[in-house]
């Protein structure tokens, strides 16, 4: 069993920034990919970014490509999302996946645990 905790999130005005962290316990694996996921109100939960299990390969979403970094520290068991110039678009739960698996993808299904989440909130 895996356990992750996400921080990091809150308010912020839009053009601002703001780091998430997600520190994973238990039966956690450095060859596993991490992601990370968003869902707005209202809306379906989507793919935001995802890395890895080595770091050596990363994925964005086009809305986040150029503002979004995802980066993985595995002797931490920690993975970063580093958020820069934040639209009021980004306004959403963002969640940490863990795949049982070193091949990241996009795919929700893919992921075998979640954590809680985290708000994020950009005001206009």
């Known amino acids: 069993q895996v356990r992750l905790v996400e921080s990091g999130g809150g308010l912020v005005q839009a053009g601002g920034s703001l780091r998430l962290s997600c520190a994973a316990s238990?039966?956690?694996?450095?060859?596993?990919?991490m992601a990370w996921f968003r869902q707005a109100p209202g809306k379906e939960r989507e793919f935001v970014s995802a890395i890895t299990g080595t770091g050596a390969s990363t994925y964005y979403a086009d809305s986040v490509k150029g503002r979004f970094t995802i980066s993985r520290d595995n002797a931490k068991n920690t993975v970063d999302l580093q958020m820069n110039s934040l639209k009021p678009e980004d306004t959403a739960v963002y969640y940490c996946a863990d795949r049982r698996a070193s091949l990241a993808t996009m795919t929700s299904s893919d992921y075998d645990y979640w954590g809680q989440g985290t708000q994020v909130t950009v005001s206009s």
């Open positions: 238990g039966r956690t694996y450095s060859t596993h990919a």
